[in-house]
């Protein structure tokens, strides 16, 4: 990972390279990968979330000629230029749409604009939120600058409105909770009925154990497509039942009016079956973090979150199969997809000196099968966002 000094070398030369002058700071935010609760947080439910050493970092600046302009330094050094006052839902298009959304959501503050140029080791497309990385190094870089009376659930829902309103991306709260909330060697344990959360402690490693994040190298597009359709679905789900939302149900039993005999229904009883499953491994993976029982026990819950994802949710792909049956296969405790699915990445809860023999593992099973080598590294719980310079 790259340090944060020089993190904040390369962000302010790549700024000053852009602009002609410095940034006035440089803010970052991570990625996350969530240790369990797929999918629950647009139904009101429960998610662990652990943010990621990776991150995004802004070099920001305010101008004083009205115009918005953003950079990247993945990009092809063009920068995507508008007035401030041209900002709207959709425009500009394309991965500056998110910072945008950002600016846009404190446009009354920002009279005389803001140019921002923004540097990840966030993998894209990964399904491990460098969408939420961007949006929240933005926020907290436009709050330290022009609104220092927000505060970090602000910001959470600022960067939601960003992705929601903006990008049009109908995602839930978790991704932009991780990367605000989040702290070093802790779980994120949030409600996101109320937005209630506990930092539950993470220490694997002095259990002698690591979660290894695979990367599928299968790309998902949330924008559209299979995850609007399964949010849909629950909120269908949760009318037939006569509920705000599916988080109010906690019993499977309590589904059974959804079977009415034909496959819509059959459909909406599996939606609706991962979500009260997945909230109470949420609640069984909390318990057993927060007593001093063996981290190992979380293992088995993983894996079953993985086949709900797989037969109730329907949004695996067989990449994620193949990196789940190979790492238990090769003694991983438990693994799972992460993320929106449809693509993105597995995490798999290992003993530490076994993380080569799994890669191994999951890596041979890539190539028998055909999919390119798998990138993988182990997941840390690390901090939130935060000012760098
Ligand atoms: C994506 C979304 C989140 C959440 C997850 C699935 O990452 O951005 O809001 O719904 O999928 O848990």
């Given at each position: 990972?790259?340090?944060?000094?020089?993190?904040?070398?390369?962000?302010?030369?790549?700024?000053?390279?852009?602009?002609?002058g410095?940034?006035?700071?440089?803010?970052?935010?991570?990625?996350?990968?969530?240790?369990?609760?797929?999918?629950?947080?647009?139904?009101?439910?429960?998610?662990?979330?652990?943010?990621l050493?990776?991150?995004?970092?802004?070099?920001?600046?305010?101008?004083h000629?009205?115009?918005?302009?953003?950079?990247?330094?993945?990009?092809d050094?063009?920068?995507?230029?508008?007035?401030?006052?041209?900002?709207?839902?959709?425009?500009?298009e394309?991965?500056?749409?998110?910072?945008?959304?950002?600016?846009?959501?404190v446009?009354?503050?920002?009279?005389?604009?803001?140019?921002?140029?923004?540097?990840?080791?966030?993998?894209?497309?990964?399904?491990?939120?460098?969408?939420?990385?961007?949006?929240?190094?933005?926020?907290l870089?436009?709050?330290?600058?022009?609104?220092?009376?927000?505060?970090?659930?602000?910001?959470?829902?600022?960067?939601?409105?960003?992705?929601?309103?903006?990008?049009?991306?109908?995602?839930?709260?978790?991704d932009?909770?991780?990367?605000?909330?989040?702290?070093?060697?802790?779980?994120?344990?949030l409600?996101?009925?109320?937005?209630?959360?506990?930092?539950?402690?993470?220490d694997?490693?002095?259990?002698?154990?690591?979660?290894?994040v695979?990367?599928?190298?299968?790309t998902?597009?949330?924008?559209?497509?299979?995850?609007?359709?399964?949010?849909?679905?629950?909120?269908?789900?949760?009318?037939?039942?006569?509920?705000?939302?599916?988080?109010?149900?906690?019993d499977?039993?309590?589904?059974?009016?959804?079977?009415?005999?034909?496959?819509?229904?059959?459909?909406?009883?599996?939606?609706?079956?991962h979500?009260?499953?997945?909230?109470?491994?949420?609640?069984?993976?909390?318990?057993?973090?927060?007593?001093?029982?063996?981290?190992?026990?979380?293992?088995?819950?993983?894996?079953?979150?993985?086949?709900?994802?797989?037969?109730?949710?329907?949004?695996?792909?067989?990449?994620?199969?193949?990196?789940?049956?190979?790492?238990?296969?090769?003694?991983?405790?438990?693994?799972?997809?992460?993320?929106?699915?449809?693509g993105?990445?597995?995490?798999?809860?290992?003993?530490?000196?076994?993380l080569?023999?799994?890669?191994?593992?999951?890596?041979?099973?890539?190539?028998?099968?055909?999919?390119?080598?798998?990138?993988?590294?182990?997941?840390?719980?690390?901090?939130?966002?935060?000012?760098?310079?």
């Amino acid at each position: 990972m790259t340090s944060d000094e020089e993190a904040v070398a390369r962000a302010s030369q790549a700024f000053a390279d852009t602009f002609g002058g410095p940034p006035e700071g440089v803010w970052a935010a991570p990625g996350r990968v969530n240790v369990i609760g797929e999918h629950t947080d647009y139904n009101a439910g429960f998610v662990l979330p652990v943010a990621l050493p990776h991150t995004t970092r802004a070099a920001v600046a305010r101008r004083h000629d009205g115009r918005v302009a953003f950079a990247s330094r993945q990009g092809d050094g063009s920068v995507v230029e508008l007035d401030l006052a041209e900002l709207a839902p959709g425009r500009p298009e394309g991965w500056a749409g998110y910072p945008a959304g950002v600016v846009w959501g404190v446009r009354d503050r920002l009279g005389a604009g803001v140019s921002v140029l923004v540097d990840t080791d966030v993998p894209v497309g990964a399904g491990l939120s460098s969408s939420a990385a961007l949006t929240c190094s933005v926020a907290l870089a436009l709050r330290d600058l022009v609104a220092p009376e927000l505060d970090r659930p602000d910001l959470v829902e600022l960067a939601r409105r960003a992705e929601n309103d903006f990008v049009g991306a109908p995602t839930g709260i978790l991704d932009q909770s991780a990367s605000v909330l989040c702290t070093e060697g802790h779980a994120l344990f949030l409600d996101t009925r109320d937005r209630t959360s506990e930092q539950v402690p993470l220490d694997l490693a002095a259990a002698g154990l690591a979660v290894l994040v695979v990367d599928s190298g299968v790309t998902h597009e949330h924008a559209g497509g299979g995850y609007g359709d399964r949010r849909r679905e629950c909120e269908l789900a949760a009318e037939r039942l006569g509920v705000a939302f599916l988080r109010e149900i906690d019993d499977v039993a309590g589904l059974d009016a959804l079977v009415d005999g034909t496959p819509e229904g059959g459909v909406l009883l599996r939606r609706a079956r991962h979500i009260v499953t997945e909230n109470a491994r949420v609640l069984e993976v909390v318990a057993a973090l927060r007593g001093d029982a063996d981290p190992r026990r979380i293992g088995p819950i993983l894996t079953a979150g993985h086949e709900s994802l797989r037969d109730d949710f329907e949004i695996s792909v067989p990449a994620l199969d193949a990196i789940v049956e190979s790492a238990t296969a090769a003694g991983a405790y438990g693994a799972r997809m992460v993320g929106g699915g449809f693509g993105g990445s597995a995490i798999a809860l290992v003993e530490a000196d076994a993380l080569d023999s799994v890669t191994a593992a999951v890596t041979e099973r890539f190539g028998r099968e055909g999919h390119g080598p798998p990138r993988t590294f182990t997941a840390v719980p690390s901090a939130g966002a935060r000012r760098l310079s």
